[in-house]
């Protein structure tokens, strides 16, 4: 019974699980373009290669991809990139390994939250974006 009705909103629900894991990229997105100076402050603090071009990628992928995924356009390589993306951000801005206390509690957290992230959009790659979609 909850087979059939998860199979009869198959696509309803992709199109919510495309909402639901680009929210915070397009929140964080919008902020990194809207205080470009101060995200590439903190680019050159993670240690990110060329703060500028970093800033310029990041905002790229967390807002205008997070736009293309919702809107289904390019779903499965976006859902990649955003896995390597994902990871690469969890490595370089979560690094809890090297810290102590509640800094390492936190980022820890954090890092795990991102490899959940990125599991929705293996996921993602994996079932496309449904038929509520620009470009299957």
Request: charged share 10%; aromatic share 10%.
């Amino acid at each position: 019974m909850l087979n059939d009705l998860l199979r009869q909103q198959n696509d309803l629900l992709i199109l919510l699980a495309r909402l639901l894991l680009m929210a915070l990229f397009l929140v964080t997105g919008w902020k990194k373009l809207t205080n470009f100076t101060a995200t590439v402050g903190y680019m050159a603090s993670t240690g990110a290669p060329l703060p500028q071009l970093s800033t310029v990628v990041a905002i790229a992928v967390e807002f205008f991809g997070a736009i293309a995924l919702v809107l289904g356009m390019y779903t499965r390589p976006l859902a990649l990139l955003y896995v390597v993306f994902t990871l690469a951000t969890a490595l370089m801005g979560h690094h809890f390994w090297t810290q102590s206390g509640a800094e390492r509690e936190g980022n820890k957290i954090n890092f795990l939250k991102n490899l959940s992230i990125m599991g929705g959009l293996l996921l993602l790659a994996i079932t496309g974006p449904g038929k509520y979609a620009l470009w299957p």
